[in-house]
Every structure is written in structure tokens, then in C-alpha cells.
């Protein structure tokens, strides 16, 4: 389909490559082990998943070829604050919970609530970047305590923004309903990503 | 979680499975070779897919024993009509196609539009029944006619209903957006029925 480029992910996530495949497209992995996560404070908060994609792009560890292609992602999690508006722009961003404290304290801050998803991409050739991100909204009922711990002791988070992952255990038994794209959820919005490659590559 | 019963569940489908293992419980598979999908022509669209798998249910081959519950479903399409009003009262029904011509005229028909996906459940142990239906919406984008032919001659959805997956190829490139639960557009909406087991069976 895009015959006429070698497709690289840079992404340690096996979600991401387990969603790219399902485009049913080539593509090899390339993991930078220098990647940076780091952003300004003062950026508006739907502005850094693809603020962060284009980062991770622009500083890959080395050239790319005539006729190879980059992509990269990052997916955070926004999390409504109790007095705030409920915009993204008046979320607290939440990564990857450091530790089972605050695994569980992610997941009773998500129970019960409407929350966001946002996965920023960039696609790069030699010549060439373009990025964009996708919001997807997630709705969880209320979690017990027991459910929250089960699953942080059976399926460890520990590498999911949020805590938690849609396809495991506690997507199926806590969220009731979604609006936009599953796959954004999981991490990557492999619908999006589908036209933006077809319009660039082909 | 619910070892007072030996869950069943009496479908053919392998999502089926693969999502009601999602749930972390123990079950077993067994079919119903005399499975009918019959009903009335005059019965209100919506209320089909649960009339079905209460039917499924009650029509079980076998007796249940006292501490079996057994789980039936059915999952229907629901295509808003050129000049309809759009609500599933006024959308005509799409089962399984019956071949490929039928296949390429199922997703010709929700190629650009939004449709509806409604699975019903039915929950039955030896003294007690319960029932319910969940819908969701799903937006395609529109395909073209290069992408439903190579959709369906790698894909066959002749055993899905409206001749498409979620979960495959045309789902990750032509689905733009969803609202409600992603799992009941693939065959059964587990959180509800989560909640509704623990209701039932605890």
C-alpha cells in the first residue's frame, strides 16, 4: 500500500505495534533509547501528546533515509479536577503511575467520572514532518476498592497513562461507555493515521 | 468471582468467547445445534436482538442443573434508511450476508454514515431469567470501493453481522468514531453484563 517507503515505529509499546499491524502495512520497530518525555509547564494541555510525538521525532537518534518514514506517538490521559470546568485545558495530566500507591490513586480519581484521551502522532520523511492528535472521551463507572486492586495486583499498569489499559480486565468490567475511538484509547488512532499516511506516502 | 455456578455460555462465536474471558471467569462453551433466529416480522426493530436471545435461552437443547446459569446473545446492525428519521424504530435490520455481492451492498450502505449495533443478552439459570440489550453507535467513514473489495476478499465477514468487523481491518482504517461500548459492537457488551452476573449470581 505505501510500497514506496520503509516504515519505522520508534515505540516500545507492543500496543502500538500490535494496532500499526492492523493496517495490514509493513513496518519495522526502531526503539530510541534516549527518548525524552519533557515539556513546558506553561503549554496548554491538549497541546502535548503531539507536542511530545514531534519531539520524539525531531531528536531520533540518527538520519532517516530517501525513502524511509517515522512515526511516533504519545498518549496521555486527562483527568477532569473536581473544581475545574471540564475541559482538557482544566485537566491534570496523569503518565505512568511510578508506584502501586499511586496506581490506585489514578484509578479511584478516574471511577465514577468522564475522562480524556489524547494521542498525539507524527509521521517524518527526509523532506517532510506532519503531526496531529486525536481526543477520545472514556466514561468509567464507579470502581470498588476490591476492583481497583484486583487489577492493579493481576495486571500491573505500571506502563499505562492512567493506569490502566481499555483491553484488559478493567475496560471490561469498569468502562460503560466511550466516545471516539477505541483505538486512540489503546494508542494509536490508527483511523486518522490510515488517511495521513495515504495522503503523505501514497 | 461467581463460583456458585458453572457459567455456559451457548454461542459460536470465537469474539464471544475471547470477550467473556476477558471477565477473568470460568466457563464453558457449549452450542445449541437446533439454534433458530426466527421472529416476527411486526416486532419492533430495537426489541429483536433480545427477543432472540431470550429465545435462544429458553430454547436451550437440555434441562439446566441448579447451579448452572447460562448465557445466550445476539448482536443485530441496525442501517438508517435514505429517507428515514434515523432512530432504529425506522432502520432496516442487516444479519450476516449471504454471499459476496450481499457483503459488498451491506458496507456500500453504511459507507459515510452512522449506524446502529445492538446486542441482546439473556441471562437464565434454573429458576430465574433475566434480560437485556445494549446499543451503540458507529460512524464509517466513506469507503471506497477499493477498500471493501479488499476487505472482503481477505477478511470474509460472511459470519458478521452488517459484513464487518470492529476488531479487523475496515474497523481500524474506516471507523472514525464510536459512541458507547466498544465491546458490544463486537458481539457483547461485557461491563453491563458484568454488573448484571454480579446481581444475579452473588
Known sequence: MFDKYKIILASRSPRRRELLSGLDID???????????????????????????????????????????????????????????????????????????????????????????????????????RSFSVTSEVTFKSLTKDEISYYIDNYMPFDKAGAYGIQEWIGYIGITSIKGSYYNIMGLPVQRLYGELCDMLR
Open 27 to 129: 513496518f519495522s520497530v526502531e526503539i530510541d533509547k534516549d527518548e525524552k518525555e519533557a515539556y513546558s509547564a506553561n503549554m496548554p494541555h491538549d497541546e502535548v501528546p503531539e507536542f511530545l510525538a514531534r519531539h520524539k521525532s525531531e531528536s531520533f537518534y540518527r538520519q532517516l533515509s530517501i525513502n524511509e518514514a517515522l512515526i511516533t506517538a504519545d498518549t496521555l490521559v486527562f483527568c477532569p479536577m473536581c473544581n475545574g470546568t471540564g475541559s482538557i485545558a482544566d485537566c491534570e495530566i496523569l503518565g505512568k503511575p511510578s508506584d502501586r500507591r499511586e496506581a490506585v490513586d489514578m484509578l479511584c480519581r478516574l471511577s465514577g467520572i468522564t475522562h480524556y484521551v489524547t494521542t498525539g502522532v507524527a509521521i517524518r520523511t527526509i523532506n517532510d514532518i
